[in-house]
């Protein structure tokens, strides 16, 4: 059980078109998902959290015009970067967490590699 | 808030010895504490956690840590390195927030 997945896994784009990642919670209801960034050999930095049915909240420095983050449902939260440059290649990592009071675990999706040209 | 500190970004052992991750929390609410192992180009794996009930807390793959409030420490241990443990080890912490806050990620190799 627990299992988040991400698609897609890899992407390559061009400079100045928007890319969409999609994050879903397959066997539970997500109240909560959230978005991390990391960079080569160094940590996850979060980038925002998002909450269903509501506006996500972005971590300082996160441009939210630049990375919209929709929770439309309980199991699905998009992240799309928009008009992507080659500096916003990075690992993209989603995580989940199920409405239990009190029990902070997130599960973890396999990632989606970006990379701009 | 919460912070991590992961002593070590690279550590080396060989087959069969004893693994020590070091960590240490900060954090101004009784805290989550996690330990994650990440494969190149994978998602994260939840190795163990500890949510304020038993201090020594046992996880997969013979891996467990220990919570010592005095030290602020919650160090991953195992007793016998495998060539497979070869990874990157990421502690993290959590408060009330529901957010992770992630060290910056220890290196294993385990050297053959």
């Known amino acids: 059980g627990a299992v988040v997945s991400q698609h897609p896994s890899w992407v390559i784009c061009k400079s100045g078109t928007s890319v969409k990642i999609e994050c879903r919670s397959l066997d539970f209801q997500a109240t909560t998902m959230f978005w991390y960034r990391q960079f080569p050999k160094q940590s996850l930095m979060l980038m925002a959290t998002s909450n269903e049915g509501s506006k996500a909240t972005y971590e300082q420095g996160v441009e939210k015009d630049k990375f919209l983050i929709n929770h439309a449902s309980l199991t699905l939260s998009t992240l799309t970067v928009t008009s992507a440059h080659p500096e916003d290649s990075s690992f993209y990592i989603c995580?989940?967490?199920?409405?239990?009071?009190?029990?902070?675990?997130?599960?973890f999706g396999p990632g989606t590699r970006l990379t701009v040209l | 808030a919460q912070s991590v500190t992961q002593l070590g970004s690279h550590v080396s052992v060989s087959e069969g010895a004893l693994v020590l991750l070091r960590c240490n929390y900060s954090?101004?609410?009784?805290?989550?504490l996690f330990w994650y192992v990440q494969y190149p180009n994978q998602g994260l794996q939840l190795l163990l956690k500890y949510t304020s009930a038993a201090t020594l807390v046992k996880g997969i793959n013979g891996f467990e840590a220990e919570f010592k409030k005095s030290e602020t420490s919650f160090h991953l241990t195992k007793p016998s390195a495998h060539m497979s443990d070869a990874a990157e080890y990421f502690c993290a912490v959590s408060g009330s927030a529901r957010q992770l806050t992630f060290g910056s990620g220890t290196q294993l190799t385990v050297l053959p």
């Open positions: 954090s101004s609410v009784p805290p989550y």
């Open positions: 995580s989940a967490t199920p409405g239990r009071a009190g029990y902070n675990e997130q599960f």
